[in-house]
């Protein structure tokens, strides 16, 4: 009952401090400025550990790459979902 009791406590101190903020209206002829650029890819998902060893071992089955790639491409809209690149001269430095 005391766990019950403190879950509802605690929701009512949640929905309180909520409800003192209020919204501020964006005029649309001066819009808010970013202070950065955001990036120009975002990704869906992180990249795998299956994906990395794939781009590793593009580098070990290939002595003349630079770098091994590979990237996960949604098949109905050819989006790139995410994407990773490895470093050939470290792979091959690993061993």
């Known amino acids: ?15 309180a401090g909520c409800s003192g903020e209020a919204a501020v209206p964006i005029d649309p002829s001066n ?18 550990s299956q994906m990395e060893e794939l781009a590793r071992q593009q580098c070990i089955d290939d002595p003349s790459l630079g770098e091994g790639y590979v ?9 790139v979902l995410t994407e990773v690149s490895v470093d050939c001269s470290e792979v091959r430095a690993d061993g």
Not at 1 to 15: D, Q, S
């Open 1 to 15: 009952m005391r766990v019950v009791a403190a879950g509802i406590a605690l929701g009512v101190i949640v929905l």
């Open 31 to 48: 819009p808010p400025v970013v202070e950065a650029e955001p990036p120009d890819v975002t990704h869906l998902i992180g990249p795998t």
């Open 71 to 79: 990237e996960a491409v949604d098949p109905e809209t050819d989006r």
